[in-house]
């Protein structure tokens, strides 16, 4: 069978150097996935190969071009849902999830479902008064909950934001941290405040949380309250216990929505102590008003490293 070649024009340098991605890691990653090659000299892309692998990666290229015709970076994700929209037939759910922004960070970037289930999981969180999400690190769990809450935040949909897990130390102890109560916690909470920074002045959140409008804390703080007209969210709750994670969940009050996540791969309680996430997701799969979002390795929206990392563990420990 003889091979057939076709040639893309990019509309400039940027929009070459968004689709290739670094080290032309794009371009081998869709050679490996349609078995043609893929070559990039300056701004016009040769693509050659048996014809159903050329089809393949063109339509593969064309259907990324939201992305690459404005030179916005395109991630391992953005492939791989596109290969997936591609073979399952959801071409047009892949253009409905190119087109949704959910908000725009400090720094102008913008902020999008990378993901068909980051898709869900977002539908999930509007729709649902309680949303848990379980998949591993790197899958955006935290931080899409957390910018649809800044979001309902600065829109005056909830008047409060309450973000809380617990501290659970994975190799050290609190005793040994230096400081008071707070300033020892603080290192646990430290990926909730990296979330609200993208979207509030790091400046401001003081004023703010003083205001009682942003609320960091340990999950023991919880304990006793009500929690009304606010956002929760329930961070890295595989390290809860089950009579832990029954407490938060109880102490929701009218007008609020609670989203629990975690990565029951990695937890950190004593071998003999159940998670309060497994045992939840068990209690409460069936629970009318509860929604429940896995991730895989396949969402991992970080360094493409950190997707094998999580791929290779996930073999090792099957």
């Avoid at 609200?196 to 304990?223: H, N, S, W």
């Amino acid at each position: 069978m003889s091979e057939i070649s076709q040639n893309l024009e990019l509309p400039s340098h940027e929009s070459a150097i968004a689709l290739a991605g670094i080290a032309e890691e794009n371009l081998k990653f869709l050679s490996r996935h349609t078995g043609a090659n893929l070559v990039l000299r300056g701004q016009e892309l040769r693509i050659y190969g048996q014809e159903k692998q050329v089809e393949r990666a063109v339509k593969i290229v064309r259907s990324l071009q939201p992305y690459w015709q404005e030179a916005k970076s395109i991630s391992r994700p953005d492939l791989m849902t596109a290969l997936q929209a591609l073979d399952t037939g959801r071409m047009e759910e892949y253009q409905d999830l190119q087109n949704l922004t959910l908000a725009r960070t400090r720094r102008g970037e913008l902020i999008r479902a990378k993901t068909f289930r980051q898709k869900q999981y977002i539908k999930a969180i509007e729709t649902h008064d309680v949303t848990f999400c379980i998949g591993p690190a790197g899958t955006g769990k935290t931080f899409l909950a957390a910018v649809l809450a800044v979001k309902a935040l600065l829109n005056d949909e909830c008047e409060r934001l309450i973000l809380t897990r617990p501290a659970v130390e994975a190799g050290e102890k609190l005793g040994f941290l230096p400081g008071d109560l707070q300033e020892k916690v603080n290192p646990f909470l430290r990926p909730l405040y990296d979330a609200l920074y993208e979207f509030i002045d790091p400046q401001k959140i003081p004023d703010l949380m003083e205001r009682g409008k942003i609320e960091v804390a340990p999950l023991a703080y919880m304990r006793g309250r009500t929690l009304t007209n606010a956002f929760v969210i329930v961070d890295e709750a595989q390290n809860t216990t089950p009579a832990q994670l029954k407490m938060v969940l109880t102490r929701l009050g009218f007008g609020s929505k609670m989203v629990v996540t975690g990565d029951i791969t990695q937890t950190d309680l004593p071998r003999h102590q159940d998670s309060g996430l497994v045992v939840a997701r068990n209690i409460l799969k069936s629970v009318e008003g509860i929604a429940f979002c896995q991730f895989s390795q396949a969402d991992v929206v970080r360094h493409p490293l950190v997707q094998r990392i999580v791929e290779a563990y996930e073999k090792f420990e099957k």
